[in-house]
């Protein structure tokens, strides 16, 4: 297969409306027919989506945590928010009194040069970590008074994360990588298989199921790191360099993919990335330098049909 034979085929699998129809409409996916209105043959799985009855609507509910519909109120709120290294007798601060709210349905980038903080931002945004000084608040929840566990499942639920280094479990397959955020929901076994095949249709590496991310090309894995990143379904995606170790073409469908999650289904994207390329989608920027925030802009986006 040529280079341009694989982007054709990724361009017509990889296909967001599909699925993002599904989930907003909320009614049958594809009917029984083989073929969808371009001709183009469907994958199994992409004829039945598991998503469709697990009460799993972006913008409502998800198994009992409630999402804000009020958009005055911000879903992620950084107050005076330090991170100090210690690396031995050495102190390093790699944020420095961050201030920053994210509200619902925004698509927000975050950008800085290399060593600029951003990871370690997306690492409170994402509340996989606490700030060394000041408060990190989930849909209003100061996260330093969750316990562990209920931060992981709070976390689970309402963020989905696109890791710089795709964080893929090496030992487990593509299929079982997809699965894990599912089982650590608890969901259904059958239903989370149905899920996880699913989404790899999506993505289009239905015939990578069984590969190791070892046996995977990068940007296999980066689509790999977004299915599991939807596979709970959830309001928030953060994601840190999505498009660092693709191509343009293979980049832009990436981001093509969480703009239509943006726009049609309202859920609020936040990118962290040194690439001015991406742009183009942001509602708001944040320039981060030093630790520090430069300046933010608001962009003339349309908001997400959803929150209108
Ligand atoms: N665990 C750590 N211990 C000490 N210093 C750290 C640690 N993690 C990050 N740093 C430092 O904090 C600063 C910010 O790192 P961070 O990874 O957030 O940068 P970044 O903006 O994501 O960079 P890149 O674009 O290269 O990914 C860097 O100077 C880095 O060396
Ligand atoms: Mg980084």
Redesign the pocket.
């Known amino acids: 297969m040529t280079l341009s034979e694989i982007l054709d085929s990724f361009k017509t699998k990889f296909n967001p409306s599909k699925f993002i129809d599904s989930l907003e409409k909320r009614a049958s996916f594809y009917d029984e027919s083989e073929n969808d209105s371009e001709g183009n043959s469907l994958g199994e799985n992409l004829k039945n989506n598991p998503y469709l009855n697990s009460g799993n609507n972006s913008a409502e509910s998800f198994k009992g945590v409630k999402i804000y519909k009020n958009k005055d109120e911000p879903l992620i709120k950084l107050t005076d928010v330090w991170k100090i290294?210690q690396?031995g007798e050495v102190e390093?601060a790699?944020l420095k009194g961050i201030n920053l709210e994210i509200y619902e349905g925004e698509f927000l980038i975050i950008l800085?040069?290399?060593?600029?903080?951003?990871?370690?931002?997306?690492n409170l945004l994402g509340c996989l970590d606490l700030p060394s000084k000041g408060t990190v608040c989930l849909n209003s929840k100061d996260i330093s008074e969750l316990n562990e566990s209920e931060l992981a499942r709070i976390r689970g639920q309402m963020i989905g994360f696109i890791f710089?280094s795709f964080n893929l479990i090496p030992t487990l397959s593509t299929y079982e990588n997809v699965l894990l955020p599912l089982e650590f929901q608890e969901e259904d076994r059958q239903i989370a298989r149905q899920k996880a095949s699913y989404l790899l249709d999506v993505v289009g590496l239905s015939e990578k199921k069984g590969n190791l991310p070892s046996q995977l090309s990068g940007g296999q894995r980066q689509r790999v790191a977004i299915a599991r990143s939807l596979a709970v379904n959830p309001p928030i995606i953060l994601a840190?360099?999505p498009t660092g170790n693709l191509d343009t073409k293979t980049g832009d469908y990436i981001l093509d993919f969480l703009d239509e999650l943006h726009t049609r289904e309202g859920k609020t994207i936040i990118i962290?990335t040194?690439d001015v390329e991406l742009l183009r989608y942001a509602t708001r920027i944040v320039y981060?330098r030093d630790?520090e925030i430069e300046k933010i802009e608001t962009c003339t986006k349309n908001e997400p049909e959803g929150l209108k």
């Open positions: 290294y690396m390093f790699a800085g040069p290399s060593g600029s903080g951003k990871s370690t931002m997306m710089q840190d360099e962290v040194h981060i630790g």
